[in-house]
């Protein structure tokens, strides 16, 4: 079994900073990409950033410059780093992963995490 635990959200207020980890766990083989999502209310999904094995990024257009994703891959750990968030911003962050285990590749998803950010 593959899980993704994500943490780290919270309320803040906008111009503010919030870093979220995503830990995965279980015997897989390999993990690779990893990406954030976020779902704001009434809207759909969104992939906001990705990041393969060998450190390779991509952003979407909204948080260019503001957020960073990194990956600790001794660890099987993501993050995201946000920077100058505004209320925009808010919505479920989601961990997300494509996953090798038991000879099958399969995308994983956490459970979200909250972040809400107050103008």
């Known amino acids: 079994q593959v899980q993704l635990v994500e943490s780290g959200g919270g309320l803040v207020q906008a111009g503010e900073s919030l870093r979220l980890s995503c830990a995965a766990s279980g015997s897989f083989f390999s993990i690779d990409p990893m990406n954030w999502y976020r779902q704001a209310p009434g809207k759909q999904r969104e992939l906001v950033a990705t990041i393969t094995s060998v450190g390779r990024t991509n952003y979407a257009d909204s948080v260019k410059g503001r957020f960073t994703i990194s990956r600790d891959n001794a660890k099987n750990t993501l993050y995201l780093q946000m920077n100058s968030l505004n209320p925009e911003d808010t919505a479920v962050y989601y961990c997300?992963?494509?996953?090798?285990?038991?000879?099958?590749?399969?995308?994983?998803w956490g459970q979200g995490t909250q972040v809400t950010v107050s103008s």
């Open positions: 997300n992963a494509l996953v090798l285990y038991s000879g099958k590749w399969k995308y994983y």
